[in-house]
């Protein structure tokens, strides 16, 4: 038998994203979300709200990060989704997040958290908070990759938003090869 919850926002996995921005005077600024992922081969996108001050600073940058949330810093990925940029000015620091300059767009990477998409700003609109960034670049932390190159998924550590809780969960646990683990019921 199913309980019925509803029409509401309440799926597995929702990510947690770190959207990151710079404001007018530079100083960087990120916020925690967790409605969006990857709609086109190059592109993001996220239901964000136009009353968030990384909004309003992507919008006059063109430009924004958006890193995956990890099990090692999930208080400081919670702290910037539960404060406001617009009544906090620096909260990105507060989080203990420090910025790095991305080389391909202008906007910040943050450097404790280490798998960032590196995005131009599409469109926005703002009847439907849909936010859709070009993918301009992956970057990813060496500290993360193993002896071949590739990112680790158990040293990266990544977040997943219960929304069913209202709590985060670590992903990593390997359940099988993808396109291939199938091939067994052909």
Not at 139 to 151: A, I, K, M, Q, T
Request: glycine share 8%; aromatic share 8%.
């Amino acid at each position: 038998m199913r309980k019925n919850f509803g029409a509401r926002p309440l799926s597995y996995p929702q990510p947690v994203l770190i959207i990151a921005a710079y404001g007018e005077d530079g100083t960087p600024n990120a916020m925690n979300a967790a409605w969006g992922g990857i709609s086109e081969e190059n592109e993001i996108s996220i239901c964000l709200s136009a009353g968030h001050k990384t909004v309003k600073d992507i919008l006059a940058r063109r430009a924004f990060t958006v890193s995956m949330g990890e099990a090692g810093h999930a208080t400081a990925c919670d702290y910037v989704g539960i404060v406001s940029g617009n009544n906090v000015a620096d909260k990105f620091a507060r989080a203990g997040f420090h910025a790095e300059q991305s080389q391909f767009v202008d906007a910040p990477l943050i450097r404790e958290l280490s798998v960032a998409l590196e995005c131009r700003l599409k469109d926005y609109n703002p009847d439907t908070c849909i936010m859709r960034g070009e993918i301009v670049n992956v970057s990813v932390e060496e500290r993360v990759l193993d002896e071949n190159g590739r990112v680790d998924v158990a040293k990266v550590c990544p977040i997943t938003f219960d929304p069913f809780n209202n709590e985060y969960l670590k992903i990593g646990e390997k359940v099988g090869k993808a396109f291939s683990m199938g091939r067994a019921l052909k």
